[in-house]
Structure formats: C-alpha cells, structure tokens
C-alpha cells in the first residue's frame, strides 16, 4: 500500500512530490520576498551611510534623512576622529572586545574540553551545573550585588568577567570536541602525549571552525555591549562605543571633541549621529564575511554531531 502510495506522489521526473520544482508562482512570491527582507536591510544602512556622508546643505534640503547623495562631505567622520568621547570610546571598545574574546575563548575552551571526557573528575555534576544555567537566571540585582561586592564597579572587568563564558557557546564547543574521534585521542596518550598537550596539538587544530564562529559570537557581544556599561559604569572615560551611540541617539547628548583646531566648523548633527552609528557597526560588518564560511561547517554540524 504504501509504495502505491508513494508511486502516485512522484511525477513523471520520478522525484517524490515535495521536491518538486517549484512553479513559476512560488518562484515569484519567493522572488518578492527575500527581495523585500534585502531592502528592509540595504535601505536604512544605505541611508545611514549616505547621511554620514552628506553636507549641511543637502540635510536641510533633504529634510533630515538623506537617501539620494550629492556630494561627499567627510567632515563629520574627521570630527569624530579627531579625538575626544568618540575616540576614547572606540578604544575602551577595541580593549574590551579584544581581552574579553581572548578570555572567553580560553575559558570556554578548556571547560568544554573537560566537560567531553566522559571519564574526567566531576563530568557529570559540572555539566548539569552549566545547564541549569538555562533554566534558572540569577536576576538583575544579584548579578548587581555580586559585580560590586566583588569591587568591580566602575571597572572595564565589570564588561567582560560577567558574560566571560556563554553556556551555549561551551555546549557547541563540546559537541564538536566529542565528535572527534576517541582512537586519534587514544593513540596521542599512548605516545606520551599531556591532556594540555592533545588539546593544542590535536583538538584545537581540528576545531578552527567552531572555535572562529564562537570566537565572532564572543566579539559581536562584547562590541555591543552597553547594559552592562549603563549599570556598572559611571566614569564617561571608560564609556565603551554603544553606551556612547546610545547617549547620543537617544539621549541627544553632543559628544565633546578635544583635538579640533581653533576656528573649524562643525558638520550638522545628524550627520555626525549617522558617523557614530557607522563606526560602531562597520567592524563587525567588515569581520563577518570572513567568518561566515565557518558558520556550517563550525556550529551546524558540532550540535547535529552532539
């Protein structure tokens, strides 16, 4: 009955039914959707950019938001780097990305590695321990408590030692670690080979992949980061770039420019806003497009291997 069945469901093709080609109409509508989800993309970074990039004149003319450029008038990106909140910010941003994704990774890293030999000390207790982290959250205060008892106030640790290990990224790490084959590890050990020295030697190199795609997961949330500024930090010279993105967006503070010669003009406002909002995206945006080949092969097959 059931290959009758199957024998009415495929075509001519001799292809079941749900993979056949779709019709010129499901192509169409496919067509205008992701050309929709494009433009909802392109358009506003398109007019950021262009808006960053445009004189006094043509946003007045414009009427704010300018989406048709004409002319390029960098004055407001000059302005932003010449030093100052803008430029001082971008630092504690680079600072903290920087240490805070080398942190994470080392920690991430050797938890996992641990947490897949189903033979080390505690496997068991530690790994339900990381887990329960999904279910049960701390809560806002008794984060806050612990970060100042711990005399972590005011401080760039309060941007990185919180969020230093994400249980989700250590899961996928040691789904990928187990997938490794047990005799490649076996055959090391025999040979004399350290646990320190099987996870640099062997594991580490096979596991580029996920350790870049995680890697990029720790930066973009490190660069991004602008809660834990707004609780823990209240000194304006360790202000990282989001918290200042959003002082200026939002808040409609002017950032101060120290390193101006006497006498320069500055661009308008809004072109200025734009200039900030581009800075704070493009080096992810420009990070990225390296990293994305090992999306695949990094985190989709470590969780189907798990």
Do not use: C
Not at 269 to 282: D, R, S
Not at 283 to 296: C, D, E, G, L
């Amino acid at each position: 009955m059931s290959v009758q069945l199957a024998t009415k469901l495929r075509k001519p093709s001799g292809r079941p039914a749900w993979e056949e080609k779709p019709t010129p109409v499901g192509l169409a509508v496919k067509g205008l959707v992701l050309t929709g989800v494009v433009l909802a993309v392109i358009v506003p970074l398109w007019t950021v950019v262009v808006t960053s990039l445009s004189s006094r004149q043509t946003i007045n003319e414009a009427g704010g938001l300018v989406m048709i450029p004409k002319g390029i008038d960098a004055s407001a990106y000059v302005v932003i780097f010449s030093g100052g909140t803008v430029t001082r910010a971008l630092w504690v941003s680079t600072l903290v990305t920087v240490g805070g994704t080398a942190i994470s990774l080392v920690l991430t890293v050797l938890a996992a590695y641990g947490l897949s030999r189903p033979g080390s000390v505690g496997h068991r207790s530690l790994l339900f321990y990381f887990l329960l982290t999904f279910l049960i959250y701390p809560g806002l205060v008794p984060s806050y408590l612990v970060v100042t008892g711990l005399g972590l106030k005011d401080s760039l640790w309060a941007l990185i030692l919180p969020t230093a290990v994400s249980v989700f990224n250590l899961v996928v790490i040691r789904a990928f670690f187990q997938a490794i084959p047990q005799e490649l590890l076996d055959s090391a050990r025999i040979d004399g080979a350290s646990e320190l020295r099987i996870l640099t030697r062997i594991v580490l190199p096979l596991s580029k992949a996920v350790i870049a795609v995680v890697g990029l997961f720790y930066a973009v949330g490190y660069w991004n980061t602008w809660f834990n500024a707004l609780l823990y930090i209240d000194d304006n010279d360790k202000f990282p770039i989001q918290r200042i993105l959003q002082s200026i967006v939002l808040q409609g503070q002017s950032p101060t420019f120290s390193g101006l010669p006497v006498g320069t003009s500055m661009p308008p406002t809004l072109a200025v806003k734009m200039a900030v909002v581009v800075v704070a995206v493009a080096p992810i945006a420009i990070v990225y497009p390296f990293i994305q080949r090992h999306f695949v092969k990094g985190v989709i097959l470590g969780a189907i291997k798990g």
